[in-house]
């Protein structure tokens, strides 16, 4: 029964993740399951306790919002995702306030058939959201809460099949998880994955394509061959994504890792996610808050690698009251541009660390502190001298395809309780390419235990280079949370946060990839949301 509970839960929790991808339970869940070592560091196997060829789990999760956030275009009024006073229209008033329910449900599939012995299994997850009332009788994502209902909605998140070919290989084929991480998504608590490697903010999304994994007591490796865009397939115009993972155990419940990506982009402004296009040039980039090369329509080719390193300890907190984890990651690369006067092209050359650490210093495993630090190169040139020393994630070619959702923040950076709305104030690493230097503290204590918990929190945030009229400090968060357990896998909490926005929103500098405000002249108005969410997970 033990086991049963660690799968469902290392299951689902993949599942809840980020516009489309973020809905999240802690490690309260995992009390009264086990505190072996062995166990944890091992994948789940999903033979262990179940008798049943097809099994089925779903998460569903309602909430009310209330906050003076919303979007000035009408085109993504039921749907809003990207930066916060982005080209996505994203603002805030000190007049108008936003009153909304949403509504999110992620059923889950799992089809192991006897016949192969648990050497093959098929997954398959889909997605149906939408605010209420927002539309009924039509075709598309995230809607279908009006009357009488009747919407085309279901989005699919994951098919693929793993392959089990000897012990401690593990072979996914299809449309799966990319994450930044060395662990099995599948086999793997969330939480694990969001504190540890790159914590999702570089990759953290789907993607069709092929990973192998060997897994050993010591060691854990992976391989990843992903096609990011197709385009044309009798033409040399694809988005092709390369990965690799290492990660070793060391005494003291240490762990050490490295990984090499790599992206070879042959789009050449043919295609990309929708109308908003792909890759470094595209409108994607300035709606994500990532840096856009400003080549206009003309094409280019990019070779983009990102050479990281992390580390970790007692990441599953269970061996003693220290978890400390962090990374480094340096992307660097060359981008040839079919335009006269960047015959040369432009070198990218960027970085970005990161450093958490927490202190349990109660009885439960909500019982603690913690502080996280977060760093990224900016560019105070743009690409006008030919070289881009900022960062890049994976948010210049997926909407989003990096999600920073676990710092505590639920304003400066993203919260992880999202459905339809993604809109942090700094939603990726990058910063615009101003580069970012932040931390967040955060403290939680469970009023009784297992039961009721309470949070409060505040993060900071600065930019590396200044915007021409403006400063270099982003803003201060404060925010706090109390959450209460109703029973098995299922809790209604209530959330809130305010955040004083600093300098850096006296300045509309155009020499970046959007306008910094938005559409305001001067500082925008704070925001601020309350929300409150029932989530329960169904097995």
Do not use: C
Not at 117 to 136: H, M, N, V
Not at 345 to 356: E, H, I, K, P, Q
Not at 367 to 381: E, F, H, M
Not at 509 to 514: A, Q
């Amino acid at each position: 029964m033990k086991r049963k509970i660690l799968l469902i839960i290392g299951v689902l929790f993949t599942s809840f993740y980020g516009f489309s991808q973020v809905a999240n339970y802690t490690e309260n869940q995992l009390q009264n399951t086990s505190s072996s070592s062995t166990l944890f560091e091992q994948d789940l196997p999903y033979e262990a306790g179940l008798n049943k060829e097809l099994t089925f789990y779903a998460f569903f999760i309602t909430q009310g919002v209330s906050t003076n956030m919303y979007p000035e275009s009408s085109l993504f009024n039921g749907q809003l995702v990207g930066r916060l006073f982005g080209q996505n229209s994203s603002t805030t008033s000190s007049s108008k306030t936003s009153y909304y329910g949403e509504q999110r449900l992620i059923p889950f599939f799992i089809y192991e058939p006897k016949l192969f012995k648990g050497k093959a299994l098929l997954r398959a997850s889909f997605e149906i959201d939408w605010t209420w009332g927002d539309q009924a009788y039509g075709v598309g994502g995230n809607k279908g809460g009006a009357l009488s209902g009747d919407q085309v909605n279901i989005q699919t998140q994951n098919v693929e099949i793993e392959f089990i070919p000897a012990k401690g290989w593990a072979i996914n084929v299809g449309l799966q998880r990319l994450y930044d991480t060395p662990f099995n998504p599948y086999r793997t608590f969330f939480d694990k994955m969001t504190y540890t490697g790159y914590r999702l903010a570089y990759w953290g999304s789907d993607a069709v394509g092929i990973s192998v994994r060997r897994n050993t007591d010591l060691s854990k490796l992976k391989l990843g061959y992903y096609k990011l865009y197709e385009n044309s397939t009798e033409l040399s115009d694809d988005v092709t994504l390369l990965e690799f993972f290492y990660r070793r155990k060391l005494p003291k419940y240490w762990n050490v890792g490295a990984s090499v990506y790599g992206i070879l982009d042959r789009g050449k402004n043919t295609g990309g996610v929708s109308v908003f296009g792909q890759g470094l040039t595209s409108v994607l980039t300035a709606y994500n808050g990532a840096y856009l090369f400003n080549f206009g329509t003309n094409d280019y080719t990019a070779d983009i690698y990102w050479l990281g390193t992390f580390f970790s300890r007692n990441p599953d907190f269970i061996m003693d009251r220290y978890q400390l984890s962090g990374f480094f990651s340096y992307n660097l690369g060359h981008v040839n541009v079919n335009q006269e006067g960047w015959e040369d092209g432009v070198d990218v050359s960027g970085f970005a660390l990161n450093a958490r650490g927490a202190y349990r210093y109660g009885q439960t495993l909500n019982d603690y502190v913690s502080v996280d630090y977060v760093y990224s190169s900016g560019d105070p040139n743009g690409i006008s001298d030919g070289k881009y020393t900022g960062v890049i994630t994976g948010n210049t070619w997926g909407l989003p395809a990096s999600i920073f959702i676990s710092s505590g923040a639920y304003l400066l950076f993203p919260h992880i309780n999202v459905v339809n709305r993604f809109t942090p104030v700094v939603s990726d690493l990058s910063n615009m390419g101003y580069g970012l230097n932040a931390f967040t503290l955060n403290a939680h204590h469970d009023i009784i235990p297992h039961k009721l918990n309470i949070k409060i929190g505040m993060a900071q945030g600065f930019s590396n280079v200044v915007p021409q009229n403006g400063g270099s400090n982003i803003g201060t968060e404060l925010n706090a949370a109390i959450k209460y357990k109703l029973g098995a896998f299922m809790s209604v909490e209530l959330h809130g946060a305010n955040m004083w926005l600093g300098e850096f929103f006296d300045s509309n500098d155009s020499n970046y990839s959007s306008d910094i405000n938005g559409s305001y002249d001067v500082r925008p108005p704070n925001p601020w949301t309350v929300f409150i969410v029932y989530k329960w997970l169904l097995f």
